[in-house]
């Protein structure tokens, strides 16, 4: 890549677009290295290669470029990627009190656009990385009687606790007795973290326990991580499909 390219390249990337590896690849080999205004024309509105998300990245793109002071007319699609992502789960609620879960299949999509008339090839694009892997520690007898606190934080959604969602991931105590909550939902796009943070802010503090919560989207969160009891409660009132 040469020094202007560097300078002038702008790349978005979005980490759970909902499509698979194989529908963003297609689309986007139909588009690289057209001109970016018309790639996302393509992608929002021609035939055989209408691809909203995709196009909606270009959007953001565009704007990017903008606010850089290039102008988007002059920008090519020089290079995409998309790989395989995390599936996104959420609650599917059926007639007569049934329910059960649906996932949508994700891609984790990178796109770089360059001014036209550029020497440079076209850049290569590095596989995300893997989030890093937790390193396990069994939590102490305090951390545990923090962890028996949550479970009277009930998701209101769903109508079981969070720890027995499988949302409480990890709870660490430091010297001065500072808990951190380390925790996750459905989804990063679910609206009830205030809902969860009220509830557990109610419940701590009657035990004396300042808290503070981190939210991890990655990796997301599964029907897997239920527990059993929770299975038992989310059966009782209509869930399926584990």
Same mark, same amino acid.
């Given at each position: ?14 980490? %759970?677009?909902?499509?698979? *590896?194989? !529908? +963003?690849?297609? =689309?986007?080999?139909? #588009? &690289? ?100 892997? %937790?390193?396990?520690?069994? *939590?102490? !007898? +305090?951390?545990? =009687?923090?962890?028996? #606190? &949550? ?92």
């Amino acid at each position: 890549m040469t020094a202007l390219a560097e300078l002038t390249d702008i790349t978005v990337r979005e980490p %759970q677009v909902r499509l698979t *590896e194989a !529908e +963003a690849t297609k =689309a986007l080999d139909r #588009v &690289l290295g057209t001109p970016a205004v018309e790639a996302r024309a393509r992608l929002r509105f021609g035939a055989g290669t209408v691809c909203e998300p995709l196009a909606r990245m270009l959007d953001a793109a565009l704007v990017r470029a903008q606010e850089c002071g290039l102008d988007p007319e002059a920008l090519v699609l020089a290079a995409a990627r998309a790989v395989s992502a995390e599936d996104i789960v959420r609650v599917r609620r059926k007639a007569h009190g049934v329910a059960d879960w649906i996932s949508s299949k994700t891609s984790d999509v990178t796109i770089v656009l360059r001014p036209r008339g550029l020497t440079a090839p076209a850049p290569s694009i590095e596989a995300p990385e893997a989030p890093p892997v %937790q390193e396990y520690r069994a *939590e102490t !007898e +305090a951390e545990l =009687a923090v962890r028996e #606190v &949550l479970y009277d934080v009930v998701d209101p959604d769903l109508g079981v606790n969070v720890v027995d969602l499988g949302f409480v991931r990890r709870i660490r105590l430091d010297e001065a007795g500072h808990a951190t909550i380390v925790m996750t939902l459905t989804s990063a796009a679910c609206p009830l973290t205030g809902v969860m943070e009220s509830q557990m802010k109610t419940f701590l503090s009657e035990e004396g326990i300042e808290f503070t919560v981190e939210w991890e989207w990655l990796p997301t969160w599964r029907p897997a991580d239920i527990t059993d009891d929770g299975r038992e409660q989310l059966r009782a009132i209509g869930f399926s499909n584990f």
